[in-house]
């Protein structure tokens, strides 16, 4: 977790230090194989936006203290199989500057050990005995396996409209994020309006960061992102920068001369990748970012002031203004 990260969630501090305690103890009781594979993972770091967000959610009431790092565990367990299998599917070789789990032990062991993080997941937040978040996570899977499902099949697909994309990453990365901060609002009773109003913001917020996620893979470093620059116009995947960049008049003829070719060398992704960043689609779909994360501090006007409310407000700040 980076030092920005850490200062912006600073209000729930202790419990994301006991959440990791946690989290870590959860995963040394499990099978040799299994336990080596996530600790492979988990000990990447990354953001921790998902349990933070389960956190402060509940926050916003009163839940059971126990409820939620079951809660935020269960969802941290099934969002780590999802990158597992991700990882697999686009033959990624290194996530957050790491060895990718299929690279170090197979596909075969990556696709159990995703699996089997699925099911410890979901028998994590079973136990908590509410069946509005059982409903609301299943719903969530099934929904990024329709995205990931949606991404697969548009590969390439340099002419796909924004409503697709939208549709694609609201699916893939958007739906989870929604789902923790609507879960926690179950968690700590709050009423059914103010729960709607978290999973709302969930949504915008998941938009935003997702699409600024697509911002950094065309502008921040190798090792910034832990992982090549442009690593998913490599793999096939059309984002938002380079979608906006082939409506630049000033940028398309040169992006689609190099795009048509039959086959792209490394040197071909570098032209595209530096064409990109040299247009004004960044700006643009910062700016996209941004209109997101402003809808979802909107949704925030639905509580009264409190630590965890600007804890929220900010993350959305952080979000669309984040360089890692």
């Not at 990931?148 to 099949?153: K, N």
């Amino acid at each position: 977790m980076s030092t920005a990260t850490e200062e912006l969630l600073e209000p729930i501090a202790a419990e994301l230090q006991e959440f990791e305690r946690r989290l870590h103890e959860s995963i040394a009781a499990d099978l040799g194989p299994m336990a080596s594979a996530m600790e492979l993972i988990v000990r990447a770091g990354g953001k921790r936006l998902r349990p933070a967000l389960v956190i402060l959610s509940s926050r916003l009431g009163e839940a059971k203290q126990d409820f939620v790092f079951d809660l935020a565990m269960g969802i941290e367990f099934i969002h780590t199989a999802t990158l597992v299998h991700d990882d697999l599917i686009d033959s990624s070789p290194t996530r957050r500057g790491i060895t990718t789990i299929h690279e170090q032990f197979g596909p075969n062991p990556a696709i159990i050990i995703g699996d089997y993080y699925f099911a410890k997941g979901a028998n994590l937040l079973a136990a908590i005995g509410e069946p509005r978040i059982d409903a609301a996570i299943s719903n969530a899977v099934m929904t990024i396996c329709m995205g990931e499902l949606l991404q697969m099949t548009s590969r390439n697909d340099y002419d796909q409209s924004l409503d697709d994309y939208y549709r694609k990453i609201g699916r893939k990365t958007a739906t989870l994020v929604s789902t923790c901060c609507y879960c926690g609002g179950v968690l700590s009773g709050l009423g059914d309006d103010d729960v709607e109003a978290l999973r709302r913001y969930g949504y915008e917020l998941g938009m935003a960061f997702q699409i600024a996620d697509d911002v950094l893979d065309y502008i921040a470093s190798s090792d910034e992102v832990g992982k090549p620059v442009g690593a998913d116009l490599r793999q096939g995947t059309v984002t938002l920068p380079l979608m906006l960049a082939l409506e630049d008049p000033q940028t398309a003829p040169r992006l689609r001369a190099v795009l048509d070719q039959r086959s792209l060398s490394d040197s071909d992704y570098d032209i595209v990748v530096n064409l990109v960043r040299g247009s004004v689609a960044i700006e643009d779909a910062e700016q996209h970012a941004n209109d997101f994360g402003s809808r979802a501090r909107a949704e925030l006007a639905h509580f009264d002031d409190s630590v965890a409310r600007q804890a929220l407000a900010r993350i959305c700040d952080y979000v669309v203004e984040r360089r890692m």
